[in-house]
């Protein structure tokens, strides 16, 4: 499935005024607090198994060994996560902050990552991706 020109794909070909001020700061703590470590990558995950709660153990879930999701279009394809058990992005995000990284976001910092996960929107067949 390819589904190329996200306008974070055009940020990285050079076109600086591709993503906002807001979505490069998602970005920039994406990478810090370390999501980067598994969503990695041209898919921005894709590429790896990883166990689900690792530092704070999910409910039926306890080290279970899972694919790590790419995040390209993450935004159009809610619900999230094997089970689909959360609706919202902003949720998905926060829940995996603290389970997989043991971080309590702010909902500012939220908010940032999301906006940042948005410009993975790419186009399919030579039309922009909707939810
Ligand atoms: C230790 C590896 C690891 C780290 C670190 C990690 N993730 Fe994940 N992520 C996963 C795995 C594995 C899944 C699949 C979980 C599932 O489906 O139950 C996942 C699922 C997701 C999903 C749901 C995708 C979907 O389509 O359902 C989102 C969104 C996500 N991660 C965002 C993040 C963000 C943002 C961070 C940093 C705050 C992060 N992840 C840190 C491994 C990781």
Request: hydrophobic share 45%.
């Amino acid at each position: 499935l390819l589904t190329p020109d996200s306008r974070f794909d055009r940020w990285l070909r050079g076109d600086a005024h591709a993503i906002t001020e807001v979505e490069r700061a998602g970005f920039a703590l994406f990478r810090g607090i370390g999501c980067a470590a598994c969503h990695q990558g041209v898919n921005v995950g894709g590429n790896l198994f990883e166990k689900v709660g690792i530092f704070v153990t999910i409910p039926n879930k306890a080290a279970e060994v899972l694919r790590v999701p790419s995040l390209r279009n993450v935004a159009v394809t809610a619900p999230y996560f094997d089970d689909g058990g959360v609706a919202t992005l902003p949720e998905a995000v926060r829940l995996m902050a603290w389970v997989q990284l043991g971080r309590e976001l702010t909902a500012s910092q939220t908010g940032a990552i999301v906006a940042f996960l948005g410009t993975l929107t790419g186009s399919y067949a030579g039309r922009p991706l909707m939810a």
